[in-house]
């Protein structure tokens, strides 16, 4: 089994559409004659996150009077790894599956970004959410550069232990590129504090010895953070109160619906209840439910603890995915994956406010529907950037082996998101943008900046 690194070249990368590769569409057999089958995706997605990324990026830099060259040194990926890996199944069969790391930019420190276990997981999409974590450690102002990735799976049709197989092989397979100093990987979808342990675990056998910094997002005995499991959804209603503020609309009572009910989406969803606000809508993949008088959240909690799925909730009624979108309400929280609010739905939103929860969850089409309509989008970029904000912190309490309350961990987040909003806010007043538009621009600017100040290697 063998590893290609892929260097790209100036001018090589064009948007391409989120197809698989044709390499994944083929059947093996290994020496032994044992039948391996290779993972496919389930459904070619029509809309790219890729040319999202590279749609926003080419028009926030318009805004920034930066050389070409270097405009196009920012556009592009640094490096790019591609695993094929085997992974022996419960039943005895091999099954090779396809996985990705990528790093975006390395120029204001190590690359930092989560991994993704989803049968959605393309090499176009790793791009894009590794090019979005560079801005977004940016627009927060913390010393990391941007990665991502990926391995095209199912974890839901995995068994416990088919899953740590898997994560150890492709740990192992991606390892040339981690290191605390170099780049550090954490949860995203499909992927949780369970599997950050094993990828801790498989990293420091090869070392021979514990390197709990080289992987964020951990549970608390092994080098967790408190606060990081929490922190994605707490960051994003640290920053729509702030909004509120900005405002003058009132927040107390404001009326909420969130689509995605995971990690973020239902810690968002708990604290904007905990805030006192109504959550009267939301959904997972399995489905969707609302409530006009505002769901009971922890009962709901209690609820998918016992039943596993938010499906059968009885003190709500059953909604679509296209019904919540649609919802009359003051904030969206899309919370789920990419492309949700695209050009044939868009229209349909009534919120005052859509606060991205999730990484690309808007298309630059459904982004000037929402502009025209008077919306305000508080962009991915800032809104979900409190889990990366608590990522650093448990890195650097890893680094000094010298660990935080919750309560400073807290206060220091909301410090971080609060001053990040108003950069981004301030900005786009001052340039007669919307903010999604401001936030790319500063990001871009203070990595622009950071390589210039660097020099060019050689
Ligand atoms: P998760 O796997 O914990 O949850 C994803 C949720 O979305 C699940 O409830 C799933 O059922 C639901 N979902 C998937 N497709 C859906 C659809 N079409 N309609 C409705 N619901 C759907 O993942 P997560 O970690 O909560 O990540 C969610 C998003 O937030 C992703 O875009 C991720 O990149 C982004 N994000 C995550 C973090 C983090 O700290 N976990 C940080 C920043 C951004």
Redesign the pocket.
Known sequence: MRSDIKLVLEGERMATLNVAPPEMSVKTSNRAGVAGVIEQPAAVVQESAYVTAITQFDHAVQFLNLDAGLAQLLKVCKRELTVSFPVKMDNGEIRVFTGYRIHHNTARGPSKG?I?YSMNVTLDEVRA?AMWMTWKCAVVNIPFGGAKGGVLCDPKKLTLHELEGMTRRYTTEIAPLLSPEGDIP?????TNPQIMAWMMDTYSMHRGYSVPAVVT?KPINIGGSAGRNE??GRGVLYTVREAFKTMNWKFDGAVVAV???????SISAMTAYEMGCKVIAV????GGLYNSKGIDLPKLRQFRKEHGTIAGFSEAEPIT?AQLIAMECDVLIP????N?INRSNAATVQARMVAE?????TTPDADRILNDKGIIVIP?ILC?AG??VVSYFEWVQDMQQLFWEEDDINHRLERIMLRSFHDVYDSSKQMGVDMRTAALALAIGRVADATSTRGLYP
């Open positions: 989560g993704r959410l954490a949860p995203d979808m499909g997002g922190a994605t689509q995605g009910y995971g990690n973020v989406g959904t997972d993949i399995e995915n919370a789920a994956m990419e949700q929860g999730a990484n690309g969850p991915d979900n889990g990366v």
